[in-house]
């Protein structure tokens, strides 16, 4: 069933577990986020970006997650919008039918300059009105995202677009979070505290003190009916790297967040992780994998199942580290 993200993520504190929000692009990466599901009885968060919606179309996306509550009806799903740029964005994805939309007021309408408070506040606000009139949430961001070691934003290449960013710029504090919430009444915030997006996070393996885990508690107790998210959450799996690189593959040496540093969030108040970089590293390790072994095979079924087994296995994984597995 459909359900919004204000309404999982209420039972998620309420049991003290968190949800990975699983990026959506193509029919095997909803199928291997739902079979995963299915398997641990986790409910779900499965999110599209600007770019799925450029990939696939928006109309392919929705019938993509409509499709899989169809088949899956005994598991809630929450159908959220990862990344609005503007209010535009979201009042489409509102209308298309989305439990959930994420407007991120930090950045501007490219996606990429940083905005300021009162931009940020303005457009979100306009959204939470819009959204919740129709019973959707919606989740805001405050702060600029970035790694504690490399003060990078993130990106592919591993170059920030911004530059590089001093420690007090990576984190946010307790008051704007606090000031924040209460100009625009979301239902869960993002917050920086030491991730940044993509595969380039960490340049050696990261120690414990990688995620600002002593503000997410600062910032979780005065803010704690705003559930917390953290994005750039993926873990960066070296098993999956070595598989890539090991069949024509070349991706340098980089690491993620730990799942142990997401389960120490997790029990300090982040209910919602982001996770888009890992199945796109199990997805291509599984396919390069297979056509290197099997170069007479020239049947796409092959390649995309292997794909499916390969994103499923992190899935499962995820849900079942993350205290999800038992809650749909
Ligand atoms: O936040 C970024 C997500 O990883 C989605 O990226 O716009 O390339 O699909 P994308
Ligand atoms: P990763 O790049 O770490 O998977 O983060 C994804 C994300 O935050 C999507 O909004
Ligand atoms: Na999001
Ligand atoms: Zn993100």
């Given amino acids: 069933a459909l359900i919004s993200l204000r309404q999982l993520l209420d039972h998620a504190a309420e049991h003290s577990y968190g949800v990975p929000a699983f990026n959506v692009n193509n029919l095997e990466q909803m199928r291997a986020i739902?079979?995963?599901?299915?398997?641990?009885?986790?409910?779900?968060?499965v999110q599209a970006s600007a770019g799925a919606r450029k990939y696939a179309g928006a109309p392919?996306?929705?019938?993509?997650?409509?499709?899989?509550?169809?088949?899956?009806?005994?598991?809630?799903?929450?159908?959220?919008?990862d990344h609005g740029t503007s209010p535009d964005v979201c009042q489409r994805s509102i209308q298309l039918g989305f439990s959930s939309v994420m407007m991120d007021g930090s950045l501007g309408v490219d996606g990429k300059t940083p905005k300021d408070y009162d931009y940020n506040v303005g457009v979100t606000r306009d959204v939470v009105k819009l959204a919740h009139a129709c019973g959707?949430?919606?989740?805001?961001?405050?702060?600029?995202?970035?790694?504690?070691?490399?003060?990078?934003?993130?990106?592919?290449?591993g170059v920030g677009a911004e530059g590089v960013l001093?420690?007090?710029?990576?984190?946010?504090?307790?008051?704007?979070?606090?000031?924040?919430?209460?100009?625009?009444?979301?239902?869960?915030?993002?917050?920086?505290?030491?991730t940044s997006h993509g595969a380039y996070k960490f340049t050696r393996p990261p120690t414990g003190d990688i995620l600002a885990i002593d503000r997410i508690k600062e910032i979780h107790a005065k803010i704690p009916n705003t559930h917390l998210?953290?994005?750039?959450?993926?873990?960066?799996?070296?098993?999956?790297?070595?598989?890539?690189?090991?069949?024509?593959?070349?991706?340098?040496?980089?690491?993620?967040?730990?799942?142990?540093?997401?389960?120490?969030?997790?029990?300090?108040?982040?209910?919602?992780?982001?996770?888009?970089?890992?199945?796109?590293?199990?997805?291509?390790?599984?396919?390069?994998r297979f056509m290197a072994e099997h170069p007479s095979e020239f049947d796409?079924?092959?390649?995309?199942?292997?794909?499916?087994?390969?994103?499923?296995?992190?899935?499962?994984?995820?849900?079942?580290?993350f205290g999800t597995a038992g809650h749909a």
Avoid at 60 to 81: C, G
Avoid at 136 to 157: F, K, M, P, W
Avoid at 250 to 276: C, H, L, M, S
Avoid at 308 to 319: L, T
């Fill in 34 to 45: 739902m079979e995963a599901a299915d398997q641990t009885n986790s409910p779900v968060i």
């Fill in 136 to 157: 959707v949430s919606v989740e805001g961001e405050i702060g600029c995202l970035g790694s504690l070691e490399t003060g990078l934003a993130g990106e592919e290449d």
């Fill in 166 to 194: 001093d420690h007090s710029q990576l984190l946010t504090t307790v008051d704007e979070a606090a000031r924040f919430v209460a100009d625009t009444n979301v239902d869960a915030l993002a917050i920086a505290i030491g």
């Fill in 229 to 288: 998210v953290m994005h750039g959450s993926s873990s960066v799996p070296q098993e999956w790297l070595k598989i890539i690189n090991e069949h024509g593959g070349d991706i340098k040496e980089t690491y993620g967040v730990p799942v142990e540093q997401i389960v120490e969030a997790i029990k300090y108040g982040v209910r919602k992780v982001n996770i888009d970089t890992d199945l796109r590293l199990a997805s291509t390790g599984a396919m390069r």
């Fill in 60 to 81: 392919f996306l929705r019938h993509l997650i409509l499709a899989a509550i169809e088949e899956w009806p005994h598991i809630p799903v929450v159908m959220h919008q």
């Fill in 300 to 321: 796409p079924r092959k390649f995309f199942g292997e794909t499916v087994k390969a994103m499923r296995d992190v899935c499962i994984a995820r849900y079942q580290e």
